[in-house]
């Protein structure tokens, strides 16, 4: 992989333990990113219990979801400027520790009130340690090289939403929802541990001027001037828009719609997120030979086709299990093509603003995603029409970002 032109001793440098090689850093990259799905998938079958746990609406219970994703998404404008600021590694491994207080306090929650406001704290936690993840990869590889960096921490990160359903289910039968929420702490203090002792600085040249807010402001709307940074974030929310609406909503259409046994509910849920494992490998085979944006555009028609096949299927009447998880694994594999590409291209014009790049990319993403979340909960109908028809637009959405945007402002090869 090719590396940006500075010495890779600047890296090194500050290394407090052994120093990490490309690989190894975006493993731990890939780890940290997979801190998010894990904070939405594990609990997932536990959502309908929750609901009469706590006696209230499912609507109510979505808040559990959609303010996580909110606050994740807005966040992200603070915690990009904030690692410009004082460097990589001190911002994450301050963002890991809130994220492991926040689990443990999700874990003893007595009533909904106060898990919500918890969700609110993991959500920080969480967020600056994914946007400080992403620009680790960008200071340390080209776009090229760093979309299939990213490809490969894409890999990694999907182990949580295939693994993470699956144990959830488990623990949610045997323990109930709060040991779901230890289960994650847990796993937050490991990676604490091992980013204390290996994560290297990857920022060579903090910014002390970064969190201004003249100069936030102003770097904010420089980006936003950007068609590539417009074009590819486009397609990035559309494509997570739908994926963020089979998360939302598939454990009440699974389970209460569709007679799925909650213990099975996390094979359902993996069987489909296995899509976007094998898409991320498919991408790191693709980039090479089509580049960047064709990369992309050949996931958005395959997002927009899977889609749109589930709401036909769902409107017909065929309200079967395989009706929905069969759609929705080509629509995941599809992401798994599209979403690395996305970020990468992202983020690739701005070189010495990759924290505030990042964070705006996630905060795009995030809160288009909290409203469909809302949306999903609020057009439950005790059929799976919404959910699909949901789908259906996010990956037509995507489809014409990329054709329309990204073929027009590629931006990388």
Not at 71 to 93: I, K
Not at 146 to 158: F, H, K, M, N, V
Request: net charge positive.
């Amino acid at each position: 992989m090719s590396r940006n032109p500075r010495p890779a001793d600047a890296v090194a440098a500050h290394l407090p333990a052994s120093p990490l090689h490309e690989r190894g850093l975006t493993i731990l990259v890939g780890l940290f990113m997979m801190l998010q799905p894990l904070a939405t998938d594990l609990y997932l079958a536990s959502l309908p219990g929750l609901s009469s746990r706590f006696d209230v609406p499912p609507s109510t219970i979505q808040l559990t979801l959609s303010v996580f994703v909110a606050t994740f998404g807005a966040m992200q404008l603070v915690s990009g400027p904030m690692s410009d600021r004082w460097g990589r590694r001190p911002v994450l491994l301050g963002g890991v520790a809130l994220y492991v207080v926040a689990s443990l306090a999700c874990a003893a929650s007595p009533g909904i009130g106060v898990l919500i406001v918890a969700r609110f704290a993991q959500a920080v936690g969480c967020c600056t340690v994914v946007v400080v993840a992403r620009a680790i990869i960008r200071d340390t590889f080209e776009p090229a090289a760093g979309a299939r960096a990213l490809a490969l921490a894409s890999t990694l990160l999907s182990i949580g939403p295939v693994a993470g359903p699956i144990v959830g289910s488990l623990l949610e039968v045997r323990f109930g929802f709060r040991a779901a929420f230890v289960f994650i702490a847990a796993l937050g203090a490991i990676l604490f541990v091992i980013a204390a002792r290996k994560l290297p600085e990857t920022l060579a040249h903090p910014d002390p001027g970064a969190l201004e807010p003249g100069r936030l402001a102003s770097g904010y709307a420089a980006v936003l001037r950007s068609p590539v940074f417009v074009a590819y974030t486009f397609v990035g929310a559309a494509a997570y828009a739908g994926v963020f609406a089979f998360i939302s909503g598939s454990s009440f259409v699974l389970i209460r719609v569709l007679d799925v046994p909650t213990a099975w509910f996390g094979a359902c849920f993996a069987v489909v997120v296995s899509g976007f494992l094998i898409g991320t490998l498919v991408c790191r085979r693709l980039l090479p030979r089509l580049g960047l944006p064709r990369t992309l555009r050949a996931g958005t028609i395959l997002s927009a086709i899977a889609g749109v096949s589930g709401a036909v299927l769902a409107i017909a009447g065929v309200h079967h299990y395989a009706a929905l998880l069969v759609p929705m694994f080509g629509f995941l594999l599809a992401h798994g093509l599209v979403f690395p590409c996305a970020q990468a291209g992202a983020t690739a014009a701005f070189p010495e603003r990759a924290g505030a790049a990042a964070g705006l990319f996630g905060a795009l993403v995030m809160l288009v995603a909290a409203a469909v979340g809302s949306w999903i909960g609020v057009s439950h109908d005790g059929t799976p029409v919404p959910l699909t028809v949901t789908v259906a637009a996010a990956g037509l959405l995507a489809l014409l970002g990329a054709s329309r945007g990204v073929m027009r402002h590629p931006g990388v090869g």
